[in-house]
């Protein structure tokens, strides 16, 4: 099938793919956590400016910024 690999797997070498998929797993949830932030900011940024709330949008950005320095 499309992407699915069939390897054969032997002793602790399960363990060692087991641990990269978990480490694999934890960093794509902090991606998803890091572009559901910036679409946040994106999202504040394009609202009309009588319907944007500018202490919300500093403090996004303060934070978006924050993170780079």
């Known amino acids: ?10 002793g602790g ?4 793919r ?3 998929l978990e480490e ?4 794509n949830r902090a991606l998803n956590v890091r572009l559901a932030e910036l679409t946040d900011v994106v999202t504040e940024l394009l ?3 009588a319907a944007r709330d500018e202490q919300k949008l ?4 303060e934070k978006y910024r ?3 320095s």
Do not use: I, K, N, S
Not at 13 to 16: I, N, R, S, V
Not at 24 to 27: M, R
Not at 58 to 61: D, N, R, S, T
């Open 24 to 27: 694999a797993v934890q960093e």
């Open 18 to 20: 087991v641990t990269a």
């Open 13 to 16: 070498d399960l363990a060692a």
């Open 1 to 10: 099938m499309f992407g699915r690999r069939t390897t054969q797997v032997l």
């Open 58 to 61: 500093e403090a996004l950005l």
């Open 47 to 49: 609202l009309p400016v």
């Open 66 to 68: 924050g993170d780079f």
